[in-house]
């Protein structure tokens, strides 16, 4: 068994503003049991030996259970069981620095979408027709420019060691922001890359705490409702290669290549530890793994970002998500950059009906699911791979698609849908995409 509170503390990273939002883990559990996420075995033997299932995910090649602490060995020795991960919590911790206000009309703040071409594409596609998850802290979707694409009917929250719950908002500001970046409709104050897609809140970070198998959870979900894309602005790690030793990796990737292969397109942060990720075999989840999109972060100069994790073959794409490649150049008002704290950092929508900057590779992922739902207007049976692939051949400032910083380039979404519209960029086949 891993040591959860000291060789396998595990961190949930976003950026507010200036600073880490940072959260430390411990041991998870689900009522008075422990929860564990378990790869291989089956259902039948797992419950034979004393466990309760609370999910089943990949087909049944993961499973949640939960059952008494400490309990790793006599779950590795059920039949046909290759790894066994305790649950872990996440919390958070308070923003550094944060600036909101209430005001609208700030289209002319959206740096990030003048900067990838996004509103001339919206002559091309809006998103109509696409579903948009987004698994986060929730999601306000009674917000003045959310309120026209949030789907509540389909809006749950996974904050129990995988049991879904009802939808009941945003327990932050976090998953309203990253919603906004990705479809907020331009009706009061700012317009997301889709802003007619519809949004989904799936919340898999509760008010105080998360678990690990929440997010698992989440992301098996967003395949089951056929959601076009599902926004993963979260992460753990990253780790030495020993920290998988309990198969936490393992487990991740089976649970989002299934969901790849069903058809959703999985955008996942790359994380604010500036961090190389390749180096030493480290790894960052979900954001490592095959299945997903790994999005670096990139300030208003087109550079990525002083926090951003970075890795060669580890980055799908760069996005912008605020801030400069320096701390000092992004906070200090005397700096020489045309866009000075806090308007070098990305604007969007906050619970309330009220808008607030953020930067964080949280807020680069979106960025890209957004992108997600205009190519799948065009072109809806367009498999993941494929859609992957449009995305990284519509990229900017990279040769090839091996930039440690930016993988493909930084997204250019005008260039994207023109080239699926143009009919460069279609395939056929919803599924069966390999994500990586």
């Keep these: 068994m891993s040591d959860h509170t000291s060789t396998r503390r595990r961190v949930l990273q976003g950026i507010a503003a200036s600073g880490l939002t940072v959260g430390f883990v411990g041991t998870g559990s689900a009522g008075s049991a422990t929860t564990y996420v378990v790869t291989g075995g089956s259902r039948r033997k797992l419950e034979s030996a004393g466990f309760s299932v609370t999910r089943e995910l990949a087909g049944g090649s993961v499973t949640i259970v939960s059952g008494p602490e400490d309990a790793e060995g006599e779950l590795d020795s059920v039949g046909g069981v290759s790894g066994v991960t305790e649950d872990f919590e996440v919390d958070f911790a308070e923003p550094i620095a944060e600036d909101h206000t209430d005001d609208a009309a700030f289209t002319d703040l959206q740096w990030d979408k003048e900067i990838t071409d996004t509103f001339e594409a919206h002559h091309h596609a809006t998103g109509e027709g696409t579903r948009i998850v987004v698994a986060d802290t929730g999601v306000d979707g009674t917000h003045q420019d959310l309120a026209g694409n949030f789907n509540e009917e389909l809006s749950v929250s996974f904050v129990n060691g995988g049991e879904e719950g009802p939808h009941i908002g945003d327990s932050g500001d976090h998953g309203t922001h990253v919603a906004g970046t990705a479809a907020a409709t331009g009706g009061v104050g700012v317009t ?6 519809e949004l989904v809140s799936v919340r898999v970070l509760g008010p105080d705490s998360s678990s690990f198998a929440d997010v698992l959870a989440g992301a098996e979900y967003a395949a089951d409702i056929g959601a076009d894309a599902a926004n993963f602005s979260l992460g753990a790690g990253p780790y030495e290669p020993r920290a998988n030793s309990d198969g936490l990796r393992v487990a991740t990737q089976k649970v989002m290549q299934d969901v790849a292969r069903r058809g959703t397109v999985l955008t996942v942060s790359s994380g604010n530890a500036e961090t190389n990720l390749q180096q030493g075999g480290r790894f960052y989840v979900p954001g490592t793994v095959q299945g997903v999109m790994t999005v670096s972060a990139t300030g208003p100069n087109d550079e990525m970002a002083f926090y951003s994790n970075y890795g060669t073959n580890e980055i799908e794409v760069g996005a912008p998500g605020g801030g400069y490649e320096t701390q000092a150049k992004t906070v200090d008002p005397e700096a020489d950059v045309e866009y000075p704290y806090p308007t070098n950092l990305v604007y969007s929508s906050v619970p309330g009906d009220g808008y607030g900057w953020k930067a964080g590779t949280s807020m680069a992922a979106p960025q890209v699911a957004g992108l997600v739902g205009l190519i799948r207007e065009l072109g809806p049976d367009m498999n993941v791979k494929r859609v992957e692939s449009n ?40 599924g069966n995409g390999n994500g990586r």
């Design 192 to 197: 997301g890359t889709a802003p007619d897609a």
């Design 391 to 430: 995305i990284a051949h519509g990229a900017d400032l990279v040769q090839g698609r091996s930039s440690p910083e930016l993988g493909a380039g930084r997204i250019n979404v005008l260039d994207t849908v023109e080239r699926v519209g143009g009919n460069g960029g279609n395939g056929n086949g919803r």
